[in-house]
């Protein structure tokens, strides 16, 4: 009996690694997507998606960095045509942020809420992320 436990402990204490590492890889993958409005706080107030963030373009650099801890984080952004967005990207990529997103103008991140059939009010973040793949 006494073999029998030993040899369980070391088998629990060898798979340690393996579920440890499979329950970073299920939060890896619930990791909370932020959305991005790079537009004026004027254009902003004037109509926006409602879960949106509101930093404008030339500002996201400073702002961001102390809004997120991992660069890894997903950031999903748009502008009125996606100009704004792509210069607040390339900026993002610069300072070594991995999975930045260029969605486009405003009425793109809505025609992506219609695919899913969803209003823009209840569409999240995270299946915005998914249809923009």
Same mark, same amino acid.
């Given at each position: 009996?006494?073999?029998?436990?030993?040899?369980?402990?070391? &088998?629990?204490?060898?798979?340690? #690694?393996?579920? @440890? +590492?499979? =329950?970073?890889?299920?939060?890896?993958? %619930?990791?909370?997507?932020? &959305?991005?409005?790079?537009?004026? #706080?004027?254009? @902003? +107030?004037? =109509?926006?998606?409602?879960?949106?963030? %509101?930093?404008?373009?030339? &500002?996201?650099?400073?702002?961001?960095?102390?809004?997120?801890?991992?660069?890894?984080?997903?950031?999903?952004?748009?502008?009125?045509?996606?100009?704004?967005?792509?210069?607040?990207?390339?900026?993002?990529?610069?300072?070594?942020?991995?999975?930045?997103?260029?969605?486009?103008?405003?009425?793109?991140?809505?025609?992506?809420?219609?695919?899913?059939?969803?209003?823009?009010?209840?569409?999240?973040?995270?299946?915005?992320?998914?249809?923009?793949?």
């Amino acid at each position: 009996m006494f073999k029998f436990k030993r040899i369980m402990a070391v &088998l629990a204490i060898s798979l340690m #690694p393996i579920l @440890f +590492s499979h =329950s970073a890889s299920a939060s890896d993958t %619930n990791k909370q997507v932020l &959305l991005l409005d790079v537009r004026t #706080p004027g254009e @902003f +107030s004037q =109509s926006n998606y409602p879960k949106a963030v %509101n930093l404008d373009y030339r &500002l996201v650099p400073q702002q961001l960095m102390s809004m997120v801890e991992d660069k890894n984080q997903p950031v999903l952004m748009y502008c009125r045509s996606g100009r704004r967005a792509s210069v607040a990207k390339q900026q993002l990529e610069a300072m070594g942020f991995t999975d930045i997103r260029n969605l486009g103008g405003l009425h793109e991140v809505v025609a992506l809420c219609e695919k899913s059939a969803k209003p823009i009010n209840v569409c999240s973040p995270k299946q915005l992320e998914q249809l923009s793949r």
